[in-house]
């Protein structure tokens, strides 16, 4: 069974900086697109960034972003690895939620929605402070 592991969140004060990263382990994860999401306190989980690998109608290496994070949020990947990565600057307390990555193994469908994702990450808490 395929797991996907998140690593890198903790507490930064605004402005700062933190690079997540999700590694994934467990079998063959046959990856159409990784993704990461996040969950604020009360609120719905929300996409945050999505990177294509191979297989699908993008070329590999694209990338997508919600509006609001472009410029101080990119996602990166190692194809070998099985990883993706997102770097996040210029932090600010609404960037506070548990973030998570996930794995989207068939091609179709928008990468932006949840269901389109087969494996999920157990979360990582990120805590901008004030």
Do not use: H
Request: with cysteine.
């Amino acid at each position: 069974q395929v797991q996907l592991v998140e690593s890198g969140g903790g507490l930064v004060q605004a402005g700062g900086s933190l690079r997540l990263s999700c590694a994934a382990s467990g079998g063959t994860l046959t990856t159409n697109a990784m993704g990461w999401f996040r969950q604020a306190p009360g609120k719905e989980r929300e996409f945050v960034a999505a990177i294509s690998w191979s297989g699908g109608r993008w070329s590999a290496g694209t990338t997508v972003y919600a509006d609001s994070l472009k410029g101080r949020f990119t996602i990166s990947r190692d194809n070998a690895r099985n990883t993706v990565a997102l770097q996040m600057n210029s932090l600010t307390p609404e960037a506070t939620a548990v973030y998570y990555c996930a794995a989207k193994t068939f091609p179709g469908g928008t990468v932006v929605a949840e269901p389109v994702y087969t494996y999920w990450g157990q979360g990582t808490q990120v805590t901008v402070s004030s």
